[in-house]
């Protein structure tokens, strides 16, 4: 059986922005909140982008069918836990601002360029208006659940590193399972309710987000050993 390639490019990615988060925080601690931060919106802006494209997803033994940014939602989870652990619960909840209000942005510019009227030999078009206009109700159905689910991640993780500061696996992987199952949740029945069946949407999300979810945990216990004698926390 062939390797799938997007686990390649999946493993390739996580660990380039694993490393270079990890590398800039220890070298120089005070661009490394900008640096995630960056990473943070990008995770979202192309979640955003590659969500329009529904994918098969195979487990071997079933298959899920789910928008193509499940394959990101997990390093959204990341960046803000990787946030959080060093520089604190506060810092975390900034980024999601930050990373909120660019979205915002991206979605006036989708809009204002669409408006533009194509050239006439530009042959795409109806193919980037299917893309790229999304339903408002969609758009608001992203927002909502992007600013629950990653609020919520934030406030788990900072209480779980409260209670049990040395169980590092515990924080990152709880605070992802909660807030990714809440996203589904919220997103598909905001976005699908009277549209679409919810049930097999719901439980591809859950399924897909959690699975890739659990197995990006180790790159954030690598990011954490990395860091361990030189962080200290910030409150």
Same mark, same amino acid.
Request: hydrophobic share 55%; no cysteine; glycine share 2%.
């Given at each position: 059986?062939?390797?799938?390639a997007?686990w390649?490019?999946?493993?390739?990615?996580?660990?380039?922005v694993?490393?270079?988060?990890?590398?800039?925080?220890?070298?120089?601690?005070?661009?490394?909140? =900008?640096?995630?931060? @960056? !990473?943070? &919106?990008?995770? +979202?802006?192309?979640?955003? %982008?590659?969500? $329009?494209?529904?994918?098969?997803?195979?487990?071997?033994?079933?298959?899920?069918?789910?928008?193509?940014?499940?394959?990101?939602?997990?390093?959204?989870?990341?960046?803000?836990?990787?946030i959080?652990?060093?520089?604190?619960?506060?810092?975390?909840?900034? =980024?999601?601002?930050? @990373? !909120?209000? &660019?979205?915002? +942005?991206?979605?006036?510019? %989708?809009?204002? $360029?669409?408006?533009?009227v194509?050239?006439?030999?530009?042959?795409?078009?109806?193919?980037?208006?299917?893309?790229f206009?999304?339903?408002?109700?969609?758009?608001i159905?992203?927002?909502?659940?992007?600013?629950?689910?990653?609020?919520?991640?934030?406030?788990?993780?900072?209480?779980?590193?409260?209670?049990?500061?040395?169980?590092?696996?515990?924080?990152?992987?709880?605070?992802?399972l909660?807030?990714?199952?809440?996203?589904?949740?919220?997103?598909?029945?905001?976005?699908?309710?009277?549209?679409?069946?919810?049930?097999?949407?719901?439980?591809?999300?859950?399924?897909?987000?959690?699975?890739?979810?659990?197995?990006?945990?180790?790159?954030?216990?690598?990011y954490?050993?990395?860091?361990?004698?030189?962080?200290k926390?910030d409150?």
């Amino acid at each position: 059986m062939t390797f799938p390639a997007v686990w390649i490019y999946w493993i390739f990615s996580l660990t380039i922005v694993t490393y270079v988060s990890a590398f800039i925080i220890n070298r120089y601690r005070e661009y490394g909140f =900008a640096s995630l931060v @960056a !990473f943070y &919106t990008i995770y +979202l802006a192309a979640s955003q %982008i590659v969500a $329009t494209r529904l994918i098969e997803f195979d487990l071997g033994f079933y298959t899920f069918f789910a928008p193509a940014a499940v394959f990101l939602y997990p390093f959204l989870s990341q960046a803000i836990d990787m946030i959080n652990e060093v520089y604190g619960e506060k810092k975390a909840h900034v =980024a999601i601002i930050i @990373a !909120f209000v &660019t979205q915002v +942005l991206l979605v006036t510019f %989708i809009i204002m $360029t669409n408006s533009l009227v194509p050239a006439p030999f530009f042959t795409y078009e109806d193919a980037w208006q299917n893309i790229f206009s999304q339903s408002i109700r969609i758009v608001i159905a992203s927002w909502i659940s992007f600013l629950v689910f990653q609020n919520l991640d934030a406030y788990v993780f900072a209480w779980l590193k409260r209670k049990y500061p040395k169980q590092v696996f515990i924080r990152s992987a709880s605070s992802d399972l909660l807030s990714l199952t809440l996203d589904s949740l919220i997103f598909v029945v905001l976005a699908f309710y009277g549209v679409a069946p919810l049930i097999p949407l719901i439980t591809g999300q859950i399924v897909a987000k959690n699975l890739i979810g659990l197995l990006d945990t180790p790159w954030f216990l690598w990011y954490k050993k990395y860091l361990e004698n030189s962080i200290k926390d910030d409150k």
